[in-house]
């Protein structure tokens, strides 16, 4: 099963900022995404549900510095991307 992602302006906003301001992660980046729509439960994304004020939302990884924080329907084979950043822009 292929999971639909979509972006919302506000993501694709700052999706194109992080994506200039990170060159060289540009490649892993679009790996991820390929991966998520193919297998978002696959280990190497450790995707996981967040707690605390991102309660609802989960975080998948690009790499051990970056991650994405989504929304994640399961039912409707929907990924909804939030956030993207450090990890300590997303999750802040």
């Known amino acids: 099963m292929l999971y639909e992602i979509e972006y919302t302006q506000k993501y694709e906003k700052k999706l194109f900022k992080f994506l200039k301001k990170h060159r060289d992660i540009v490649e892993r980046y679009k790996k991820t995404i390929q991966l998520m729509e193919i297998d978002p439960f696959h280990p ?3 995707l996981h549900k967040l707690q605390g004020k991102l309660d609802g939302l ?4 690009i790499d051990m510095q970056y991650r994405i924080s ?3 329907y399961i039912e ?3 990924i ?3 956030n993207i950043g450090t990890h300590d822009e ?3």
């Open 44 to 46: 190497s994304l450790r």
């Open 58 to 61: 989960h975080s998948i990884s």
């Open 70 to 72: 989504i929304e994640f």
């Open 76 to 78: 409707d084979g929907r």
């Open 80 to 82: 909804i991307p939030i």
């Open 90 to 92: 997303v999750y802040s």
